[in-house]
């Protein structure tokens, strides 16, 4: 990257899977940013501007999420500048098999990139996988394979009170088992704990770190119970004033502490998935790096994410839910094991039942997975959107043009039937013109000409989901005869997204009470969108009631109340008390929220009969993106830096961008509670690269203004 950027003065994509990955590497490569003279600009949740600022003398290092990448190549082209790119990362390449819209986007942005930037190298950092020839097919790629590991692993597989050596050149288990479990405990230790979690954990804390994976989220905080139950008390006593630190600093992020965190923390001890806020996992993410923390109980996301390597990983058991993990889960999650620097080796324990033993074979001697193309997903959704995108960024034209283009896809290449291609393709077309997205216009040499509708071309400016456009666009028709403006909550109504479900069942006597204790104003926002407080009533108290009201509108409103709550001050944490769901859920429906609405503006930037709510979905959006005080904004812009980071510095007197970048890390670890010289250090570089980028910006801004006027003033001859 640094060579593309500072030799071949190109432009660099570092495409990651999650927004807190992109965060953390911003964070991470701001002091480079800063020493070399490059710029990093943050795509990922409400970050980042499309089109992107054209520099003339700085290239820029775009770190995105995988949907903000697809809208980056999408701006690139539109504004003719994807000759700027000259390098595109891709890390987690095999997400292109998660199998549903994520794995699908990816597909499109690299299919895009290939059309459009043959003269950009791609780079794809991925798992092994069983089908590598086909992914170098469709990328037109070399492979390089490596299966180097700094630090030994020697897994082991748990049944029962045997444990085994998993011989990883021959097929399976050892046959005789390397030690048998003899550890003697009370009848109560013996009935809660039969797989004698907390001696395999014991043996390698406090002196070193262990990872409990789970199966579900509850279970990771059962397993953080049971631990603290039976271990022994003197583990209170280590590093006891950092681990207190720790659950203030919690409370102060959200003004309340998990009553499971709150007993487990003192013990070295918390639970990890994605339950949590993301500012509660930074804390225990960082916390359980510097050591305060010793073990943690997790889901299998934590192997997907960040790097939080442990001497011992143990897998509670070979399920992810309910379904039986695949290999290259079992290698990610085990992958954990061994800290480079600090272990001479690591190990993995696998806990399996008799009856699961067959059921795990596969997990050590069997083939790899596949990454398999996602476009298909929901019935071909992903094709027509690539369809739709091709067409409205003028890469294809035409019908035959369009088959051509999807026979390079990943999809494509991965089936047999040469014509699959081309029946895909008619499909999307014929789906799409049914949506009123494009229209054809026949030629007389066979071919047709594919026309984008200005419905169309605002879903794919937009990045909307094509099947929901029709809805999306009548939702907000409806909303301009009879929009309800003495509140936000009408507007908020309209920034939930569609497709977001609630992970569990409404609390239907939370969600009448609500209603019930609006004023009349807010009451005649509910009865607009056709919510009757009767029905809720009903609901409340279990009355079995004809669904005369859509369901879609009644999930989306619970959503939407949740959200008119944190606009008006109140924390992740009251929230999700209240509505009976996670914290977790809440900061991702904010987040969703937020990304919606920017999806919305510009949306109806297309359509000239939505003038009106384009400018109000802009406010709205600012709403969202700031729900905190206002004063605390400017700090909230530094990444890394989140609501209760940010009103920490505002009390210690910091109150810009400005400040920050002006004052010096051991400053700051001086002034601020929980700080680490590392992350000061982190915060201060991306402060003076923001500003440094800001002003920039600014100084080429008003380059262009100077030329214009120059240009208009030069006297035509």
């Known amino acids: 990257m640094m060579r593309e950027l500072l030799l071949n003065k190109k432009d660099v994509m570092f495409v990651l899977p999650f927004v807190s990955i992109v965060q953390e590497k911003v964070q991470s490569l701001a002091h480079l940013a800063v020493e070399l003279d490059f710029v990093i600009e943050e795509y990922a949740g409400n970050k980042g501007r499309f089109p992107p600022c054209k520099r003339r003398k700085k290239r820029t290092l775009y770190i995105a999420t995988i949907e903000k990448a697809n809208g980056l190549v999408n701006s690139f082209i539109e504004e003719t500048r994807i000759g700027d790119?000259?390098?595109?990362?891709?890390?987690?390449?095999?997400?292109?098999?998660?199998?549903?819209r994520r794995g699908a986007t990816l597909e499109m942005c690299l299919t895009k990139l290939l059309c459009a930037?043959?003269?950009?190298?791609?780079?794809?950092?991925?798992?092994?996988?069983?089908?590598?020839?086909?992914?170098?097919?469709?990328?037109?790629?070399?492979?390089?394979?490596?299966?180097?590991?700094?630090?030994?692993?020697?897994?082991?597989?748990?049944?029962?009170?045997?444990v085994y050596y998993v011989n990883n050149n021959e097929s399976g288990l050892s046959t005789h088992p390397v030690r048998h479990i003899t550890d003697k405990v009370n009848n109560a230790r013996k009935v809660k704990d039969p797989d004698n979690l907390v001696l395999l954990v014991t043996e390698v804390i406090p002196e070193h770190s262990c990872l409990v994976f789970c199966s579900t989220k509850r279970n990771c905080e059962n397993v953080a119970k049971l631990l603290v139950d039976f271990l022994p008390k003197s583990l209170c006593e280590i590093r006891r004033e950092e681990?207190?630190?720790?659950?203030q600093a919690l409370f102060n992020q959200a003004n309340g502490v998990c009553p499971v965190l709150k007993r487990t923390i003192p013990f070295g001890i918390a639970y990890h998935h994605s339950g949590l806020t993301v500012d509660e996992r930074k804390l225990i993410e960082y916390s359980y790096s510097k050591g305060?923390?010793?073990?943690?109980?997790?889901?299998?996301?934590?192997?997907?994410?960040?790097?939080?390597?442990?001497?011992?990983?143990?897998?509670?058991?070979?399920?992810?839910?309910?379904?039986?993990?695949?290999?290259?889960?079992?290698?990610?999650?085990?992958?954990?094991?061994?800290?480079?620097?600090?272990?001479?080796?690591g190990e993995s324990i696998l806990i399996i039942k008799e009856s699961d033993k067959a059921k795990v074979r596969n997990l050590f001697s069997g083939p790899y997975d596949s990454c398999k193309s996602s476009l298909l997903y929901q019935d071909g959704k992903g094709v027509r959107i690539l369809v739709l995108s091709l067409l409205g960024l003028k890469l294809c034209f035409t019908q035959t043009q369009l088959i051509s283009a999807i026979n390079d896809t990943l999809l494509a290449i991965q089936t047999e039937d040469k014509s699959?291609?081309?029946?895909?393709?008619?499909?999307?077309?014929?789906?799409?013109?049914?949506?009123?997205?494009?229209?054809?216009?026949?030629?007389?040499?066979?071919d047709v000409n594919i026309d984008v509708t200005k419905l169309g071309h605002a879903s794919y400016k937009g990045c909307l989901d094509v099947d929901n456009t029709q809805l999306i666009y009548q939702n907000i028709e409806m909303a301009l005869e009879c929009l309800v403006l003495v509140n936000e909550l009408h507007l908020l109504y309209l920034a939930t997204p569609i497709d977001l479900t609630i992970p569990s069942d409404l609390d239907w006597m939370v969600y009448q009470k609500q209603v019930a204790l609006f004023n009349d104003k807010e009451k005649k926002v509910v009865s607009t969108i056709g919510i009757s407080e009767l029905y809720l009533?009903?609901?409340a108290y279990g009355q079995k009631l004809e669904k005369v009201i859509s369901e879609d509108s009644i999930r989306r409103f619970y959503m939407t109340l949740m959200l008119y709550h944190l606009v008006q001050g109140a924390s992740i944490w009251n929230v999700a008390d209240l509505f009976k769901v996670s914290r977790g859920f809440v900061q991702n429906l904010l987040t969703s929220a937020t990304s919606f609405v920017i999806c919305l503006i510009h949306f109806t930037k297309e359509l000239s009969e939505f003038w009106?709510?384009?400018?109000?979905?802009?406010?709205?959006?600012?709403?969202?993106?700031?729900?905190?005080?206002?004063?605390?904004?400017?700090?909230?812009?530094?990444?890394?830096?989140?609501?209760?980071?940010?009103?920490q510095l505002f009390k210690a007197g910091y109150r810009s961008m400005g400040d920050i970048a002006r004052s010096n890390p051991d400053k700051l670890v001086k002034e601020i509670e929980h700080l680490y010289k590392k992350q000061a250090r982190e915060i201060v570089s991306a402060a003076k690269m923001l500003l440094k980028e800001k002003a920039d910006t600014l100084l080429e801004e008003a380059q262009d203004l100077i030329s214009y006027d120059q240009q208009l003033s030069t006297p035509v001859v």
């Open 117 to 162: 930037a043959s003269q950009a190298q791609i780079i794809g950092m991925s798992a092994t996988l069983s089908n590598i020839k086909e992914l170098q097919q469709f990328l037109r790629a070399e492979v390089y394979a490596n299966d180097f590991r700094p630090v030994t692993l020697h897994e082991y597989v748990k049944i029962g009170k045997s």
């Open 292 to 345: 305060v923390l010793c073990v943690l109980t997790c889901t299998s996301t934590l192997a997907a994410g960040v790097n939080l390597p442990a001497k011992r990983v143990i897998l509670r058991a070979p399920y992810i839910g309910k379904h039986i993990i695949s290999r290259s889960q079992y290698k990610q999650m085990i992958g954990r094991a061994g800290r480079a620097g600090i272990d001479t080796s």
């Open 243 to 247: 681990r207190k630190c720790l659950l």
């Open 420 to 446: 699959f291609a081309q029946e895909c393709t008619m499909n999307a077309i014929k789906d799409l013109v049914a949506l009123g997205l494009v229209k054809g216009i026949s030629r007389k040499s066979g």
């Open 612 to 647: 009106a709510i384009n400018i109000l979905l802009e406010n709205i959006m600012k709403r969202l993106s700031c729900t905190v005080n206002l004063e605390l904004a400017p700090l909230m812009e530094i990444p890394g830096v989140k609501q209760a980071r940010a009103r």
């Open 85 to 100: 790119i000259g390098l595109v990362v891709v890390d987690e390449l095999h997400m292109l098999g998660e199998g549903g």
């Open 537 to 539: 009533l009903g609901k």
